[in-house]
């Protein structure tokens, strides 16, 4: 199997994002709508220093996109990050993708910018999801009803956290 690597996104990988957010799945697990014009496309992936826009390669092609949010400019949260979207190419689904995705996240979270919370929601029936998340040392905190639309019908959201404890804490 091979290597996954990650690097920030560019301006090139623009195509292939589009495909990855009109999948299916990844369209039923995020707010996103099935259809986005390029012009929104290109402002998301364009640059913005409270977010941290990854891409993950597997064989120079592009297997997945995530994102980080952060709040330089608010002075009680500047601590706390959100994991705005993990997504993965259908064809690299299965293979790492959304681990190495993720590493690389709280690498930076953890280790540049020293966030002590990173955050998420998950809809409900996303049991993979779950599980990547807890691998990451994520746990549960709560449920919220009705989140969003999915599939024509209502779905929870369960919120997620992980709390990164400094060695010099009491």
Known sequence: MSEVSVRH???????????????????????????QASEELSKRIGYDPAMLKLVAVIEDEVAGYAELQTFPDWARHRHAGEINMITTHQRFRGRGVGDALMAAMLEVADNWLRLRRVGLFCWEGNPKAVALYERHGFVREGVMRDFVVVDGGFCDATMMGRIRRDPLDA
């Not at 090139?12 to 099935?34: K, N, Y």
């Open 9 to 35: 996104v560019e301006a090139r990988d623009a195509e292939v994002i589009r495909e990855i957010f009109q999948s299916p799945h990844v369209v039923r697990g995020t707010t996103r709508l099935p259809f």
